[in-house]
Nanobody, 122 residues
Framework: QVQLVESGGGLVQAGGSLRLSCAAS????????MGWFREAPGNDREFVAV????????NYVDSVKGRFTISRDNAKNTVYLQMNSLKAEDTAVYYC???????????????WGQGTQVTVSS
């Protein structure tokens, strides 16, 4: 079993930055790919970014490329999402997820955190 706890959300002005963290616990946590998803009111849960278990491969949704960076520190069992140049349309609840590979569909992930709210004011 893997437990995920997100933190770092909040309210920020457009153009600002936030760093989200996802702390993982459980025996197999560091052997899993880790993804970030987001869900805005009225929308489906959307893929944002994913990183391989070793941290050497990352993928992003086009709308965040060049602005968001996913990273992980396996010594701390923590995954990060650095979000720069935030826009109002980035407003959503952000979830981290763990799964066996670098998937883009939320249904392919086995473990989820509780989510953290990010609100970007324009």
């Amino acid at each position: 079993q893997v437990q995920l706890v997100e933190s770092g959300g909040g309210l920020v002005q457009a153009g600002g930055s936030l760093r989200l963290s996802c702390a993982a616990s459980g025996r197999t946590a560091i052997s899993l790919a880790m993804g970030w998803f987001r869900e805005a009111p009225g929308n489906d849960r959307e893929f944002v970014a994913v990183i391989s278990w070793g941290g050497g491969r990352m993928n992003y949704v086009d709308s965040v490329k060049g602005r968001f960076t996913i990273s992980r520190d396996n010594a701390k069992n923590t995954v990060y999402l650095q979000m720069n140049s935030l826009k109002a349309e980035d407003t959503a609840v952000y979830y981290c997820a763990a799964g066996p590979d670098m998937y883009y569909l939320s249904s392919d992930y086995d473990y989820w955190g509780q989510g953290t709210q990010v609100t970007v004011s324009s």
